[in-house]
């Protein structure tokens, strides 16, 4: 028989023996959604106007699960301004975003982050005034001493929790070298300090993607070895990775596939070698703006 | 005998300061910790007091509401859950626009409540006011002096309470979001916290507890009417929150303490050195001192008296009280 389930929304066919195992699967049908999920980004014919200007002029693309995909493209290509749409920073003009199966498209950037999609700023945005032990204790989603009510009924689950927190924002500081600068300030940081603390933050974050936007920038080489040795390996543990970047070395080396925007538009996408040998993408960096951009 | 004016005196001197306290300290959250630029607050100082003032005072033949004689403590619950319901109201439509919409509304709110005050007679007396509202533990004594005495002593049972209960819940992960969204809204909401929640919670907070100080206030003073909330007081209390440290409890209420032992300062200097033509003029002057004490406060000294706490969270530290 065939039998179908409903994953967020979309029925999808499967064909089934028996009663009883459709029954099973209907159970099963959340975990089967997200196996029958390869793409755990699906950006539709992304619009985005501020005012007369079109910083984003329907760009599609896909970021496949457990991928490292690039984007690259010259300044004010628009893409900042896909990062914020994705993470729901403010409404967009047209489009549709799907995240993990689900559509997220007018979704505010707090709840995209609690669906498990975490970004970072280009220009840094620390809690000034706060320390940056605190900048990172406050990221954790779901945080029982949040609520203002469990700190009168339950301070001791509370403060069981702050510790586990706090444990392992140490850890997350003493990753990125900001450990001896825990309890300065995140207004005081180092610009380098400061991209540091953006990525932090993201880890703390235990999400399913990450969009970093040039996480390289103004950060030391011997340090952004490390940070690139690092995203590898939470890679390889399943997280996704979407990244900005103009720093070539870190993109052909990390990312797989690069997604090459120019004037708000998708320009190719491909492996390192093909957009390294691509003439539309030499000339979109090299010489003014690409023509067509299909 | 002067020792005896002089302490009847500083009794009344603190009483009066514990009501601008109290109503710091409620400032305090919403501006100091959430950075919500309440300008209505005298407003939520008039409803608490109202609410008081009708819950216990009595019967007057002139009203349709009021006189119902009930128990200081019930009125004081009252003008915490009338101004909270009030606040929740403001709150829920204006904390969701642009940041200089709350400025704007609660301005507007603050001026329509004291015309409400003063135009709605069946509840409010209008311009004549309500009077002869109780006053707890009055009937102990006969004396004035040990009245006032007893009823600094609940004022600063009630301050402490509140100091206690804010210091606690804004060490907490909940004050450390609220931290967060003063630094920058646009942060903690990539960071996952729903803004508007938290800024709605800190705003009904910090009036309730602007509501309490106007009931405590009402129920001292036993009478009130429509020019006891003008906007000078919601001005201020803002000067008292800066001058004593924004962001820091006890801060507000040192800052208060002083910047009405100040007002109170200037306003016998006048009256004893100005000549009876000009006193109202003179009077004047005095707002101008306050506000050239905030410009040196701001230049010299931003971070006020006492500065806020580098450190919001108690487990925010990297050495916590018996580790090593
Ligand atoms: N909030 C905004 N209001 C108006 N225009 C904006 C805004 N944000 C971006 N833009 C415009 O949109 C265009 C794309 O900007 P965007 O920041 O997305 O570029 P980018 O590809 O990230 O560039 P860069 O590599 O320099 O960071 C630019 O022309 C920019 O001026
Ligand atoms: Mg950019």
Not at chain 1, 86 to 91: K, N, Q, R, T
Not at chain 1, 195 to 205: H, I, V
Not at chain 2, 126 to 139: A, F, I, Q, R, V
Not at chain 2, 228 to 244: A, S
Request: with cysteine.
């Amino acid at each position: 028989m065939i039998f179908f389930i409903n994953c967020k929304g979309k029925l999808k066919e499967v064909a089934i023996g028996s009663r009883s195992k459709a029954i099973f699967f209907y159970n099963q049908s959340n975990y089967l959604c997200q196996k029958f999920t390869i793409h755990m980004l699906k950006v539709e014919s992304l619009v985005k106007d501020f005012g007369g200007l079109r910083a984003v002029d329907g760009t599609s693309f896909e970021v496949k699960k457990g991928t490292i995909t690039g984007l690259i493209g010259p300044n004010g290509a628009g893409k900042t301004t896909t990062f914020n749409a994705i993470a729901g920073e403010f409404p967009i003009t047209s489009g549709r975003i799907i995240f993990d199966g689900e559509d997220i498209t007018p979704l505010p950037s707090f709840k995209t982050f609690r669906r498990g999609l975490v970004r970072t700023f280009q220009i840094p945005k620390p809690f000034a005034g706060m320390t940056v032990l605190e900048n990172l204790m406050m990221v954790p989603k779901g945080q029982l001493g949040e609520s203002f009510w469990n700190n009168w009924i339950r301070p001791k689950a509370v403060m069981e929790e702050e510790m586990r927190i706090r444990d392992e924002a140490v850890k997350v500081m003493e990753f990125l070298n900001l450990i001896q600068v825990a309890e300065e300030r995140g207004g005081n940081l180092s610009g380098g300090q400061m991209k540091l603390l953006e990525l932090g933050r993201a880890l703390m974050s235990d999400p399913k993607m990450v969009m970093l936007d040039e996480p390289g920038a103004g950060v030391n080489p011997t340090l952004l070895g490390e940070i690139v040795e690092k995203i590898a390996e939470l890679n390889r543990r399943g997280l996704t990775f979407l990244i900005i970047e103009h720093n070539m070395d870190l993109i052909m080396n990390l990312c797989d596939p690069i997604l090459v925007m120019a004037s708000g538009q998708m320009l190719m996408q491909g492996s390192a070698s093909e957009v390294q040998n691509d003439a539309r993408v030499l000339e979109a960096f090299l010489g003014g703006v690409a023509e067509d951009g299909s | 005998m002067e020792l005896l004016g002089v302490v009847s005196f500083l009794v009344f001197f603190l009483i009066q300061s514990s009501f601008f306290s109290l109503t710091s300290i409620g400032l305090n959250i919403q501006w100091g910790f959430t950075g919500l630029f309440n300008v209505g607050i005298a407003g939520f100082f008039a409803v608490g007091a109202y609410t008081s003032a009708i819950m216990t005072g009595p019967h007057y033949d002139d009203t349709l509401f009021g006189g119902y004689d009930l128990p200081v403590p019930v009125g004081w619950l009252g003008a915490i859950v009338v101004t909270a319901f009030v606040a929740a109201i403001i709150g829920y439509i204006t904390l969701r626009l642009r940041e200089d919409f709350l400025a704007i509304s609660t301005f507007g709110i603050a001026v329509s409540i004291q015309l409400i005050a003063n135009n709605m007679d069946q509840l409010t007396r209008g311009p004549e006011g309500l009077y002869s509202l109780p006053k707890p533990l009055e009937d102990l004594s006969a004396s004035p002096l040990v009245d006032n005495i007893l009823y600094l002593g609940v004022c600063i049972g009630v301050i402490g309470l509140v100091y206690w209960g804010f210091e606690r819940i804004l060490r907490s992960p909940w004050g450390r979001v609220l931290r967060a969204i003063r630094e920058d809204e646009h942060a903690a909401m990539a960071m996952g916290k729903n803004v508007f929640a938290f800024r709605l919670q800190s705003f009904i907070l910090g009036s309730a507890t602007m509501g309490l100080a106007g009931a405590l206030y009402a129920n001292f003073i036993g009478f009130i009417s429509p020019t006891d909330f003008l906007p000078i007081f919601t001005i201020q209390i803002f000067v008292m929150v800066i001058v004593g440290g924004s962001g820091n409890n006890l801060g507000a209420i040192v800052g208060s303490v002083v910047m009405w032992g100040v007002w109170s300062a200037s306003d016998s200097l006048i009256a004893a050195v100005v000549s009876p033509d000009f006193q109202t003029q003179a009077a004047a002057a005095r707002i101008v001192l306050i506000g050239l004490i905030l410009v040196l406060m701001l230049l010299y000294r931003p971070q006020g008296l006492l500065p806020e706490k580098h450190i919001v969270s108690a487990a925010g530290r990297m050495k916590l009280k018996g580790e090593d």
